[in-house]
């Protein structure tokens, strides 16, 4: 016999209760901005009409689309109403979630227990009284009766004995009750503890890292595989394995429902451990520890009994878990919060960009672009702007990736800077330019704020292959003309030729005597630009003899990289060992002027990084 593959939460619930859920969220759903995607996913699923579509897809102002939106709810729920669980089901997809804040709110409301589904019957009993005046009317003479009766009958605060009055308390009392008395995930008096809800009586939502499953707790009780994902049945060991946390060696913390992890559930009593493991694990611990003391065993047998039974039922190793000990046992949300202890200099997170890795992945993260682990593209890395969960993805030796936790900065985790405050998280309702899902904005996300070249804004020219931007003038070549609807920098025209280019070494005398022309001129381009990039300071770009007091006294020959831009866009260099000699012209200028000074050691590592690059783009063996 087949198994369905993992359930759906919404298929605990009735179709009465998403229906009554409806019923309530009308008004606010039909008050979110951009209705256009929310409309085009019912009709896509069947549950809107083309022409109620179309209808309001040709309204004008926002108020016209929200009486829209609410007619068309109002619509569903008269003409749809036994298709609450495909409706819900196409509003909760991941990709309508994201555009959604409204509905993101809406569905946890609805998972979390929040929503008090009995209040639907106090609102069906309550309605007589608010029709008219006369249903009050009414309930005030028969207030008044049982108040004379008590009255007549001598029993009031002060009277002891039983009179005919006492019958007509608990009456009253259970009519009360009776309102309340109606099927509902959370009953008036319990908890908001999803296990203790009639609707996961039988099976849990459970997740392990990345992966989610659904826990069957009389299987768990027997012992036998309890936990249903991806369309195979698991041990919980086997679950903690396949969820990547194997290293924990302790499913019973690395399991969890709703964030809770199932040890807690079984020091609850939430859940049963099987009998048989118990009484065979008992048996070991004897063996392996020693008799316990014979005054403690003898007292209160059947107290010890199930006070064994207790502790079998905290311990984390229940299904064949050779390495699991239960006194050092920590919970995992426990670990993560106290991983890392407090730093008294926060000084090195105070810059506005932040070096972060993540395994072998290495980045800068813009705290100002930071909205969330899932808004705000705000890593860049060599080739891409990223959201931080999608950074992490990028590490393909994380099964159970998270941000929070991976992503490191000057050795401490994402969640040590939330905590300090250094990051903040934008609001699910927040509307600002990182958060918003308009397209127009998310392309900007895409690129550079600032040209790659000389680190300022202004009017940009964007590649359309990688997330650079540069002024018109900064760029080698210059961009000239209108701007092009596609166009590459030179970045991307070099990787991209690389690619369809055979790999050929040459020695640096051969490198250098090779003629400035075609593929060679686009090698210098690069190089100029690199440089440019590297001196940050822009020390080296304009003529030092303008800049710096009695230059000319120590330097016959001066040289800066905006006079070799301009020899090279005007032909003036022949060779590519002319174009270098300028290059290595300006270190050693720098190295005879500034000698060992703060000005010298930038001079030495630009020419490092130079002739390291020389090295690489010509392939110098």
């Known amino acids: 016999m087949g198994v369905n593959c993992q359930m759906d939460p ?256 079984f020091e609850d009593g939430h859940l049963q451990c099987p009998q048989m493991k118990r009484s065979k694990r008992a048996c070991v611990l004897n063996n392996a520890e020693g008799s316990f003391s014979a005054s403690s065993t003898e007292s209160s047998s059947g107290d010890s009994e199930s006070s064994a039974g207790t502790e079998e039922e905290r311990d984390a190793a229940d299904f064949e878990e050779p390495g699991g000990a239960a006194g050092g046992m920590e919970f995992r949300g426990r670990v993560e919060e106290e991983e890392e202890e407090d730093m008294d200099n926060l000084s090195v997170f105070q810059a506005p960009s932040l070096p972060v890795t993540c395994v072998s992945l290495t980045g800068t993260l813009h705290k100002y672009r930071f909205a969330s682990g899932l808004r705000g593209k705000c890593i860049r890395t060599d080739e891409s702007w990223l959201t931080p969960e999608e950074f992490v993805k990028q590490e393909e030796t994380l099964t159970d990736a998270n941000w929070r936790r991976d992503i490191r900065c000057h050795g401490k985790t994402l969640s040590f800077l939330l905590k300090k405050k250094i990051l903040c998280i934008h609001s699910l309702l927040c509307d600002c330019k990182k958060c918003s899902d308009q397209e127009c904005d998310l392309l900007e996300q895409r690129n550079d704020d600032v040209c790659y070249e000389c680190y300022s804004d202004g009017s940009l020219v964007c590649c359309d292959e990688c997330p650079r931007v540069f002024h018109r003038a900064c760029h080698l070549p210059a961009v000239t003309g209108d701007s092009p609807d596609q166009w590459m920098c030179t970045f991307c025209v070099l990787r991209t030729s690389q690619q369809w280019c055979d790999p050929h070494h040459m020695t640096q005398q051969e490198a250098l005597n090779l003629p400035v022309s075609s593929q060679n001129k686009l090698y210098c381009h690069y190089l100029l630009l690199y440089t440019y990039r590297e001196d940050v300071q822009r020390v080296f770009v304009k003529d030092p003899c303008r800049t710096v007091r009695r230059y000319s006294e120590f330097i016959a020959q001066p040289m800066w990289l905006d006079r070799i831009k301009l020899k090279l866009e005007g032909n003036e260099y022949k060779t590519v060992g002319e174009f270098v000699s300028d290059f290595q012209l300006i270190f050693s200028n720098c190295n005879k002027f500034n000698k060992d000074n703060e000005f010298g050691k930038m001079g030495a590592r630009l020419k490092d990084l130079f002739d390291r690059e020389f090295q690489k783009i010509f392939t110098i063996q």
């Open 10 to 265: 919404l298929d605990f619930l009735t179709n009465e209760d998403l229906l009554l859920f409806l019923r309530r969220k009308k008004t606010e759903i039909s008050c979110m901005d951009q209705p256009h995607t929310f409309l085009t996913q019912l009709r896509d699923h069947d549950l809107l009409p083309e022409e109620k579509y179309q209808k309001i897809k040709t309204m004008r102002s926002r108020e016209q689309k929200q009486r829209g939106v609410y007619d068309v709810l109002d619509w569903l729920e008269k003409n749809r109403s036994k298709c609450m669980h495909r409706f819900w089901g196409s509003l909760f997809e991941d990709h309508i979630l994201q555009l959604y804040p409204t509905l993101r709110l809406l569905r946890n409301n609805l998972m979390d227990g929040s929503f008090k589904f009995y209040e639907k019957a106090l609102d069906a009993e309550a309605l007589p009284e608010m029709d008219n005046n006369e249903g009050k009317q009414e309930k005030v003479k028969e207030k008044n009766r049982v108040r004379k009766r008590k009255t007549d009958d001598g029993s009031g605060e002060d009277s002891d004995g039983p009179g005919p009055s006492t019958a007509s308390k608990p009456a009253l009392k259970k009519k009360a009750n009776k309102k309340l008395s109606f099927s509902s995930p959370v009953k008036k008096g319990d908890t908001e503890e999803i296990w203790k809800w009639i609707i996961f009586k039988t099976q849990l939502p459970v997740t392990c890292g990345q992966q989610e499953g659904t826990l069957h707790r009389d299987k768990l009780a027997r012992g036998e595989e309890c936990i249903f994902a991806k369309g195979r049945w698991f041990t919980p060991s086997a679950f903690e394995q396949f969820g990547g946390k194997e290293s924990f060696k302790n499913w019973k913390c690395s399991i969890r429902c709703r964030k809770t992890p199932l040890k807690k559930l």
